[in-house]
Nanobody, 120 residues
C-alpha cells in the first residue's frame, strides 16, 4: 500500500510559477513510478508528467513543467512555470509499478489532489 499526499497548489497569476509536491509513504514507495495528472471542471482527467526511470511529459507541459523526485524524501515534485489560465485544474499524483499505466492515464494509488488556479 502506498499513500500519496499532494501539496503546493494555490492561486497564481499567468506567467507565474508553482511547485507541487507529492509525498509518498508506504512500503517500497521509491520502487514505484509516479505521475502527475490534472482535471479541470467539466473535463476528463489528463496526463501531465511521469517519472519512472525516464521522464515523460504531455505536450501541454513540455518546456514549462519539470518532474523530479527525491527518493531520500520519498517526494516527487512538479515544477510549473509560465503558467497559463488553461493550466487551472486539480492536480493529482499517482503511483504505479508500471510507467505504462501512468502513460495510459491510470494509476494504482492516488492522492487527494491540490487545486491550481491561474488568473489572467
Amino acid at each position: 500500500q502506498v499513500q500519496l499526499v499532494e501539496s503546493g497548489g494555490g492561486l497564481v497569476q499567468a506567467g507565474g510559477s508553482l511547485r507541487l509536491s507529492c509525498a509518498a509513504s508506504g512500503r517500497t514507495s521509491s520502487a514505484y513510478a509516479v505521475g502527475w495528472f490534472r482535471q479541470a471542471p467539466g473535463k476528463e482527467r489528463e496526463f501531465v508528467a511521469a517519472s519512472g526511470g525516464t521522464t515523460y511529459y504531455a505536450e501541454s507541459g513540455k518546456g514549462r513543467f519539470t518532474i523530479s523526485r527525491d527518493n531520500a524524501k520519498n517526494t516527487v515534485y512538479l515544477q510549473m512555470s509560465s503558467l497559463k489560465p488553461e493550466d487551472t485544474a486539480v492536480y493529482y499524483c499517482a503511483a504505479s509499478r508500471s510507467t505504462a499505466r501512468l502513460l495510459q492515464n491510470e494509476g494504482d494509488y492516488w492522492g487527494q489532489g491540490t487545486q491550481v488556479t491561474v488568473s489572467s
